[in-house]
């Protein structure tokens, strides 16, 4: 089994959880078509004990090896949105905070020219 790195080790449990579920669809994916584990990993050109950890969901099993998987079943095309800018929520709230602020800071100062250009309202009426 290949060696853990820092970043393997401090998954979140959600991400880990994840991962086991996708190892577990591809599995029923692949007895759904009724093929072997043997027959499996050759069409995926990995080891048996690669596409055992594969199905189990371990995190050390390659992107490519995944991409591969999804691949077999037709799903590889779900890939290309994974990380899509848009789909981004994290940096679209972040947007949208920055956006606000920015908006914020922007009325403040036009009103604060106001303040500055505007003479006082200080005539009396005789």
């Known amino acids: ?3 853990a790195t820092k970043a393997i080790q401090q998954l979140p449990p959600a991400t ?3 991962l086991q579920k996708l190892g577990a669809d591809l599995a029923v994916a692949r007895l759904r078509r009724k093929e072997s584990l043997r027959t499996w ?3 995926l050109g ?3 004990s690669t596409l055992q950890r594969l199905e189990a969901g371990d995190p050390t099993v390659s992107i490519g090896i995944v991409a591969s998987a999804l691949w077999l079943i037709n799903r590889d095309g ?3 949105n994974l990380a899509a800018p848009e789909q981004d929520q994290g940096a679209l709230e972040l947007n949208i905070r920055e956006a606000v602020a920015l908006g ?3 009325a403040q100062a036009s009103a604060e020219a ?3 250009t505007d003479p006082p309202n200080n005539s009396k009426k005789d």
């Open 16 to 18: 880990l959880g994840a």
């Open 1 to 3: 089994m290949p060696k």
């Open 104 to 106: 914020q800071a922007r």
């Open 114 to 116: 106001r303040m500055r």
């Open 41 to 43: 990993a050759k069409r």
């Open 78 to 80: 779900e890939l290309g």
């Open 46 to 48: 990995v080891t048996l």
